[in-house]
């Protein structure tokens, strides 16, 4: 992952529309007969996180979502994620202190170089909890091939770090039992991966050619979202790539594999306390086991175009019953944008709509994030990138969501600036 600088916040505004159809509408409850027509931008950003102010080390900066959550006595915790892993907490999230002490070290809990333990650099990613007390949180989890030839310090021919261009990425499971201010891996059963879907290059051609000194061969699942409950199953996103290593042919100049799978991929689980029996949307209501790769990976679409998306973040919205997949795209500066599905049991995402006045932001690229917990109170904080010395601070505003002559309602959802890896 990039390392990235600072986090903003921005108010906006949603508007629901009721969906056109057969039937009463008196006789169809209130979260089937809404969709979301459209969100804006209303507020200004708000720097919440200043790495120049607030770092207590250099990696100390929002690498991935900032997602909030809430400790069992009320305390509100804004995670502040990278491989050293730390937190703001507060009476609100808009009156959020570092907290000084680190609550996961990758350098000090986990850099295991031998590529089945799955164990070298962690970011925590969207913790869960149904008392405050006992979480559980999914993670990126990267590893570098070059790790096993020593040459990780070495920059490919592509001009890319030997470790991005030899970059395996797992997502692991993690528990605390201290409301969220110590975490370790969360094993079960001898397993702590719910998704193991990298390539393997140990024992491989390509390690032994060293394929990543000349082209980037990263591969896996990246950067999951938070965890969103429908019915019996929690449900995440994360973004895909799969790559064919048979084609590789270095005595031609061969050195990249080419990618033959990628995009979001949607996982669920009906334990989020268990890392193990993680199912993969494999199309329709189809889930598949996540070992069986039988992945059906999609791209954003807009307009009948793909659209080259970063790593989302996953809402639920109560008022239109919706789920929400927001993002930017990579490439520039790019709005912030939102697509739904009535269901993540059997998906059915429209197009891509951007956040209206969320291009003047500086989104290179952000994901959305939430405050997770399952009691969906929340307020929206997006993330955006740019140099510490390039924010402007502003004031906070709310996210309202309008339907007729429903009153205003406030809705949470934090925001994170990840960087997830482009698919070339």
Known sequence: MKRRGHILSFAGTIVLAACSGGGSSSSVPVALTQHIAAIAVSGTPTIVFDHVRDKQEPY???????????????????????????????????????????????????????EDQHDYDHWL??????????????????????????????????????????????VNSFVSTNGGASWSLNTVNGNHAPAD???????????????????????????????????????????????????????????????????YVLIRTSDFTNPNGWQVWGGGSVYNPVASLQFLA???????????????????????GSFLLIFTVFGGVNPVYFMTSPSLAAPVWTD????????????????????????????????????????KEGRVGRITRQHRSIPNRCCTALQRKRATPAMS
């Open 60 to 114: 100390n900066l929002p690498d991935a979502q900032a997602t909030a959550w809430k400790e069992a006595d009320g305390t509100v915790n804004l995670m502040i994620p990278s491989f050293e892993n730390y937190r703001m907490r507060g009476p609100d999230l808009l009156h959020l202190t570092m907290d000084t002490k680190k609550i996961y070290s990758s350098s000090t809990s986990g850099s295991s170089i031998p």
């Open 352 to 391: 891509a709509k951007p956040i209206a006045g969320s291009a003047t932001l500086i989104s290179d690229p952000a994901g959305p994030v939430t405050r997770i917990n399952p009691w969906w109170f929340s307020q929206t904080f997006f993330i955006t990138s740019g140099m510490p010395s390039s924010a």
């Open 197 to 263: 879907v990298s390539y393997h290059w140990t024992g491989s051609v390509a390690l032994n050619q060293r394929v990543y000194l000349q082209a980037l061969n990263h591969t896996g699942m990246f950067g999951p979202s938070r965890l969103v409950q429908e019915g019996g199953y929690w449900y995440s996103v994360a973004t895909y790539i799969h790559r064919d290593f048979t084609q590789l042919d270095p005595a031609h100049g061969l050195y990249e594999a080419p990618i033959d799978n990628a995009g």
């Open 298 to 320: 999609f791209f954003p679409q807009s307009n009948g175009t793909s659209l080259n998306a970063a790593a989302p973040q996953l809402i639920h919205d109560t008022v239109s």
């Open 125 to 170: 990613l969207g913790p869960y909890s149904q008392d405050g007390v006992h979480w559980y949180s999914l993670a990126h989890t990267e590893w570098y091939a070059c790790l096993l030839n020593g040459d990780c310090a070495q920059t490919g021919a592509n001009g890319l770090g030997a470790d991005t261009n030899s970059w395996a990425n797992t």
